[in-house]
């Protein structure tokens, strides 16, 4: 008998600051340091209250947890700007969630779920957070800013994304980075999230990219997908009809017949694309939305490797 996690109770009902707000304070607790340390974050980390000191400080929620007094450092505020961009075309929103699943067991809802994380452990630095979604137009733009107002707005947004599922959308996803990156004119961290499934057009999605970086802006890439069947493409041997889910264009076939060389085709373009993101110091974060999503993006978090 599986036993469900408050996390997984929380999803049930799609309450996206609740939580976000749990997965960032559970990750919090736990460490001594920051997870944006080394960014820009006016906290930059715990230490071991000694008497005599201030008590302006002490962590009174870590107290509770751990019954040791604790006080937060600081850092020199330096107000990051973050502009993060969600692919939010039909392909995002696979695979099709079946009703005992969390709403961020596809692309979307990682990206979705992702973004309040990271909004919410901006909002505690005080740091400005902005946020563009395209399909097959350019659907949302917001600014960066840092008040309460506009991250609830933010957070409205983001809802509302799980609330429609998008049948046979397509994107242009060169013109709309290109787009974005011609928005974005003070240094900013981007963090774009998508499947990058638009193969026929590789070169002209890596200038894209490359646009990105103009302005010595930093660029964080997380590649989402479901492993499974988008690059082990593992099905059982009864033939198939498959849908592209943007396009609606079908095929029927066996699986069989055509994995080998399927899974050299993506494994080929994959390399390409992380090596590409590594020339253009872009950091590149694949994710399988199979996995464990609080692993998935806390791993990310706590990389020792920063920005340069």
Known sequence: MKIETQLEKIARFQ???????????GFISGMHQSPFHGFSAEFAEHKLYNAGESTRHIDWKLFAKTDRLYTKRFEEETNLRC??????SSSMHYPQLHSDQNFYENKVGFSVLATAVLMHLLKKQRDAVGLSLFSETYEYYA???????????????LETILKFRKKEVTTNTVSFLHQIAEKIHRRSMIVLFTDMFQLEEEAKLLDALQHLRHNKHKVVLFHV??????????????????????????VALFSENVKEAYEKSMQSYFKRL?????QN??????????????KILLTYLVEKQKFG
């Open 143 to 157: 600014p960066e800013k840092g008040s309460e107002r506009h991250h609830r707005m933010l957070l409205n947004q």
């Open 281 to 294: 110091r872009i950091r590149y974060v694949p994710v399988d939305v199979g996995e464990d999503f609080e």
């Open 274 to 278: 992380e090596l590409a993101c590594a």
């Open 15 to 25: 309450h996206l600051e609740l939580l976000a707000n749990q997965i960032v304070e």
């Open 83 to 88: 502009h993060i961009i969600i692919d939010n």
């Open 225 to 250: 997908i479901d492993r499974k069947t988008e690059y082990d493409f593992s099905f059982d041997t009864t033939p198939r009809k498959f849908v592209d889910v943007e396009t609606g264009e079908e």
